[in-house]
């Protein structure tokens, strides 16, 4: 691959650590489905990775422990295109958007706030206004 799979700043998956398998692709090709290998499969093995930091490998590993193989490889398929070429950089893109989506730290913890007595009183009329033009809807007498 031309351009190297950047997870996230300066963080890039070294070609060494990625294994690349080729099959046949159904789909749109018409013949030349049938004699060419298009389908890309693209095997990462996180746990024995080095180019990540230890800290963003664990909180991968954890977080996609349903995606992984035996617990420790990343497989992305890509077999959209009619060129092995395109399928390789769909692939390269899932992998990094995988890969830094995962790697993310968490988001901050939420800090509970209490809404303003003046935002409390504004409610309160709103809610008196409007139950008072509901029930002016209703018919003459008939409380």
């Known amino acids: 691959m031309p ?5 996230r700043g ?6 060494a650590e990625l294994v690349w398998r080729f099959s046949r692709s159904s789909g749109p090709g018409g013949q030349h489905v049938n004699t060419s290998d298009t ?4 095997r990462y093995d996180l746990a024995a990775s080095d180019a990540l930091p230890e800290v963003w490998k664990e909180r991968a590993l954890e977080r996609l422990a349903g995606r992984l193989v035996d617990g420790r490889i990343l497989v992305v398929r890509a077999s959209e295109h009619r060129s092995q070429w395109r399928n390789r950089e769909v692939a390269a893109a899932r ?3 995988l890969l830094g989506e995962a790697t993310a730290p968490p988001p901050k913890a939420r800090r509970a706030t209490r809404p303003s007595r003046g935002m409390v009183e504004r409610r309160l009329t709103n809610k008196k206004r409007r139950s008072e033009v509901k029930r002016g809807r209703g018919r003459p007498g008939a409380e």
Request: proline share 11%; aromatic share 0%; charged share 20%.
């Open 95 to 97: 992998l990094a958007a």
């Open 3 to 7: 351009e190297p799979i950047r997870v």
């Open 10 to 15: 300066s963080v890039v998956v070294p070609d």
């Open 39 to 42: 389908q890309v499969e693209l």
